[in-house]
């Protein structure tokens, strides 16, 4: 059930992102909501399932809007894998840390997709141009993650057991 919930979000994500936020009014900031939902997911979920739902968001997303099928598949389904790498080094899991992983993974899927786009020659954009978007991108995809982590981590953390529950629970004379 939560990962259809998961996936839902993600579709949901995917038409915000490609029809709401790209009206003349909102267009100026363009968050991307796919890849800081894939970055919340690996962090509450996994690698597996985070990795497959971006492949196939990314898929999808290839398929009704890119230039070419398979680059945005490759590139969720990579920086999925890549942010359930980083969270597992870490003991503890909370905002800080999935805020600056948000940060630091939108800086290399934006350049992941540049340079891909720049060595089939299908963008014409300069590496100042580049690196400007994609600092807008890290920051406007930093705060998304800052409103979406307790929403996720309300959806997706398991309720922690504790040992000497059945010891408090029982009525002592």
Not at 48 to 62: E, K, S, T
Not at 133 to 158: C, D, I, K
Request: glycine letters at 6%; one cysteine or more; a neutral charge.
């Amino acid at each position: 059930m939560k990962a259809a919930i998961a996936f839902v979000t993600l579709w949901v994500g995917l038409i915000l992102q490609a029809t709401l936020f790209e009206i003349p009014p909102m267009d100026a900031i363009h968050p991307d909501f796919v890849l800081v939902i894939l970055v919340l997911l690996a962090l509450f979920r996994g690698a597996n399932l985070a990795m497959v739902f971006g492949i196939a968001i990314g898929l999808i997303q290839d398929v009704c809007y890119g230039p070419f099928i398979g680059l945005n598949a490759f590139a969720y389904g990579l920086t999925a894998y890549i942010a359930a790498a980083v969270f597992s080094q870490f003991m503890q899991k909370n905002l800080a840390i999935a805020f600056l992983t948000t940060m630091g993974l939108s800086f290399v899927h934006s350049w992941l997709t540049y340079g891909f786009m720049r060595l089939f020659e299908l963008t014409s954009d300069s590496i100042q141009f580049a690196m400007s978007a994609s600092l807008q991108a890290m920051m406007v995809n930093g705060v998304v993650a800052l409103a979406l982590y307790p929403l996720y981590s309300a959806w997706f953390t398991r309720p922690r057991r504790r040992r000497y529950d059945a010891l408090h629970t029982t009525d002592s004379p």
